[in-house]
């Protein structure tokens, strides 16, 4: 029997007001940093153009954490939907699930190296516990076993 998909939004910048607003603080003073720079280099629109694009750096590098992000648990597997950027991970390529203390990483990797950081889905939800019983459900369904692994 297959279980019953799972979609939820978590908007990490809401539960951590003071790190979003210190973190666009240091955004903003970045791009000062970079106007003031550019300004003895090039004229005119040359700055904002330097500036635009450190800004858009600057706040993609943080996105995950300023916006929302939806989580979807389905039988095509774990779906990550944030602003710019989807990703999904297909129960069947699953080969390991590390137990995080900010949510469930699902990796298609075998081994840790490089790369895991680039790979894979993290889910974060406020209840591992649950979350852990979704995700397990998910796999026995699709007849996947993957190395589970407790971080701290």
């Known amino acids: 029997m297959e279980p019953e998909p799972t979609t939820w939004t978590v908007h990490l910048a809401a539960r951590r007001p003071g790190k979003a607003a210190a973190a666009v603080g240091l955004v903003v003073l970045a791009l000062f940093g970079v106007w ?12 904002w ?5 450190a800004a858009v750096l600057l706040l993609g590098s943080i996105a995950e954490f ?10 095509a597997g774990a779906h990550l939907r944030a602003p710019g950027n989807a990703r999904l991970l297909p129960w ?44 397990q459900a998910w796999l026995d369904a699709a007849g996947v076993h993957p190395e589970i692994i407790e971080e701290r």
């Open 49 to 53: 153009l330097i500036v635009g694009l």
């Open 66 to 75: 300023l916006l929302p992000l939806t989580f979807t648990l389905d039988a």
């Open 36 to 47: 003031l720079l550019a300004r003895g280099v090039w004229s005119g629109a040359g700055v």
């Open 92 to 135: 069947s390529q699953v080969r390991r699930v590390y137990l995080r203390p900010d949510g469930i990483k699902l990796s298609p990797l075998t081994t840790r190296g490089w790369a895991e950081s680039y790979r894979g889905v993290l889910l974060r939800e406020a209840d591992r516990g649950a979350l852990l019983a979704r995700v």
